[in-house]
């Protein structure tokens, strides 16, 4: 797990070249691209929050309604498309953060590879280009993985025994039960997800660029 990493005093430093970025509200260049794609990326997760919770009411929603019907030999579709629907949504605008953060992510290798930056530049307080890039890279992968889990729930859970007014899988109620109850703790829980790492490399990342 990285570790915020403090300016040293020793001579270690003297090698480096001392850091000339100004101050926040007077970025340029590759500064303000990397502070405002770490502002995009904070901003970016808050709102997959929100949409994750917002999905997870509807997960739950979908599982009871087709547990509650389940005994029932015709059971009408009314309700479920609307929850249908409404997490397909959800999952649409899950998948635009996600590809937001990973184009971020893109764009800081992108400038760690620049043949005019080196690993001694320093933009901010201690770090080089390379570390937002390695930081970056490892939460788009998170959400990657992560949105690849929530697109699939999305896609099956409509179909978990009942589709079209007709059984489609031969599952016995209790093993359809624990494959929505499955779905909705995964939506909840986004195994792909690692919240300690998450909650440690955005801290680095808004300390590093000064939003702290």
Request: net charge neutral; glycine share 4%; with cysteine.
């Amino acid at each position: 797990m990285s570790t915020f990493s403090t300016p040293k005093s020793s001579s270690s430093q003297k090698q480096r070249r001392k850091s000339s970025t100004p101050k926040q509200g007077q970025l340029t260049g590759l500064p303000r691209k990397i502070s405002d794609g770490v502002a995009d990326i904070y901003n970016s997760i808050q709102k997959w929050e929100v949409l994750k919770n917002q999905g997870f009411n509807i997960v739950t929603d979908i599982a009871n309604w087709k547990i509650e019907k389940r005994t029932l030999s015709e059971p009408s579709l009314e309700g479920l498309e609307s929850f249908c629907h409404n997490l397909l949504l959800i999952g649409n605008e899950l998948k635009q953060l996600e590809t937001k953060i990973s184009a971020i992510s893109q764009q800081f290798q992108r400038i760690a590879n620049m043949s005019t930056v080196s690993d001694s530049d320093i933009l901010f307080y201690s770090w080089p280009p390379r570390k937002f890039a390695d930081a970056a890279e490892k939460l788009a992968l998170m959400y990657q993985q992560e949105v690849k889990a929530k697109l699939a729930i999305v896609e099956d859970i409509a179909h978990v025994d009942y589709m079209h007014g007709y059984f489609t899988m031969l599952r016995s109620p209790e093993s359809s039960r624990n494959v929505l109850m499955a779905y909705v703790a995964c939506w909840l829980h986004e195994p792909c997800i690692d919240e300690d790492a998450r909650a440690v490399l955005l801290e680095e990342l808004l300390l590093e660029t000064g939003h702290h």
